[in-house]
């Protein structure tokens, strides 16, 4: 079956890329790998052109999302690469008043606390972020035929940033108001999955060919809260997209691997606290999972990574798909070497006969 959206003008087709094949759970030449936060900061290259320019600001630049996006798929010959950008991109656009501080994360002026504050999250429009836009539209032309992957921040995890002001560890007051103003907090998840939905199909419109849904920090909620104050929303975003691959992760997601499985992506990223096969196992039938090397084992000798990394290979084949991936962002202190032997590593062992 051919789709005219997944031929490239260069003559390769999309579809037929390990990474987008192994998102359906079809037969591939290699497992497929790329990593979370592959372009930032482990990069000299991300560093240097990133030096005195504040982060929204290369976020809104078309010219430096498609060279920090191109670094790493230079550099590590990954199978996908990631649009540079970052979860709060879509509510700095829309007027929400907030920052992304060096070393600390996404800084928000004033918290939503209240109904009024529900007013600040209005529908997002292309016309809101052109250079999302112009920067996809550029990038699929640079990659060739390699799959470019947009991406959301999940309603939870957006409104933990908008609720706390920043960076929570427990999510009091996010909590606070999931269980004590039911209403508020549906209000909430809805304006924000009507934005998450939006801002995924500008992506996919302008040619991204698969997306991630980072809920990173829902971790933090039991699964039958989960299911009452979540599932329903991100099942609507889910349902929302275009037929292209969607992927949906999360960090400390062990007990939550289930009822992710039933939020509608097709493939479920997995942090490194859950083994592949047992993951598999959790979250079911008919999907891929993605995953799961800790970031901080590529902070040992190479000799280590390779062990761990044949591990997480191995544990994949439970699975009906694997995309090789992290557990979680490339921390920053990485060796980007450790990454590009990585890659051939994952490209070699992983190689299906
Ligand atoms: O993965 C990629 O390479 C694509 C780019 C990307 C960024 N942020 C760039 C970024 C992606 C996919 C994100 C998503 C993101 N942003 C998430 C979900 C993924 C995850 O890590 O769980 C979250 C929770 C955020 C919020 C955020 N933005 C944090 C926690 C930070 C780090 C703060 C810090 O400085 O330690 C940011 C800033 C950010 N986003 C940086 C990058 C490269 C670092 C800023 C810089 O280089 O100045």
């Known amino acids: 079956m051919t789709d005219a959206r997944t031929w490239h003008p260069c003559g390769v087709n999309l579809a037929d890329s390990a990474f987008l094949r192994a998102c359906r759970r079809q037969p591939v030449p290699h497992t497929p790998v790329w990593y979370m936060r592959q372009a930032g900061r482990s990069l000299p290259e991300y560093l240097r052109i990133r030096e005195g320019v ?3 600001t290369a976020c809104s630049t078309p010219d430096m999302i498609v060279e920090i996006t191109m670094q790493p798929v230079r ?18 656009a829309i007027g929400v008043d907030l920052d992304i501080k060096p070393g600390v994360g996404p800084v928000v002026a004033d918290p939503i606390r209240d109904a009024r504050g529900l007013e600040a999250l209005r529908p997002i429009e ?6 999302v836009t112009e920067a996809i539209q550029a990038l699929t032309g640079e990659l060739g035929g390699t799959p470019l992957i947009g ?48 801002h995924l199909r500008i992506q996919i419109a302008a040619g991204a060919s698969a997306v991630q849904l ?38 400390g997601t062990g ?9 509608g992506a097709d493939v479920v990223g997995v942090d490194w606290r859950v083994p592949l096969d047992e ?75």
Request: glycine letters at 10%; hydrophobic letters at 40%.
């Open 54 to 56: 504040p982060m929204l």
């Open 75 to 92: 550099r590590y010959g990954v199978d996908a690469a990631i649009f540079f950008s970052d979860i709060v991109v879509p509510l700095k």
């Open 126 to 131: 292309p016309d809101d972020v052109p250079y």
């Open 151 to 198: 991406f959301a921040g999940a309603p939870f995890t957006l409104g933990s940033y908008l609720i706390e002001g920043g960076p929570s560890k427990n999510h009091d007051h996010t909590k606070a108001m999931m269980y004590g103003e039911p209403k508020l907090w549906h209000a909430l998840m809805e304006r924000l999955s009507t934005i998450v939905l939006e």
């Open 214 to 251: 980072f809920d990173s920090w829902v971790g933090a909620v039991a699964p039958a809260d989960y299911r009452e104050f979540i599932l329903p929303h991100t099942r609507r975003i889910f349902e929302g997209l275009p037929d292209v691959p969607r992927i949906h992760f999360g960090v």
């Open 255 to 263: 007990e939550l691997l289930g009822v992710l499985g039933e939020a």
């Open 279 to 353: 993951a598999a196992r959790r979250v079911g039938p008919g999907k891929a999972l993605q995953g799961n090397l800790d970031p901080a084992v590529l902070l040992a000798p190479w000799e280590v990574v390779e062990r761990k990394a044949r591990e997480v290979l191995r544990q994949g084949r439970a699975a009906e798909g694997h995309v090789f991936n992290l557990g979680h962002g490339v921390l920053p202190s990485t060796d980007p070497d450790q990454l590009r032997r990585l890659t051939d590593l994952v490209h070699e062992a992983g190689r299906q006969s």
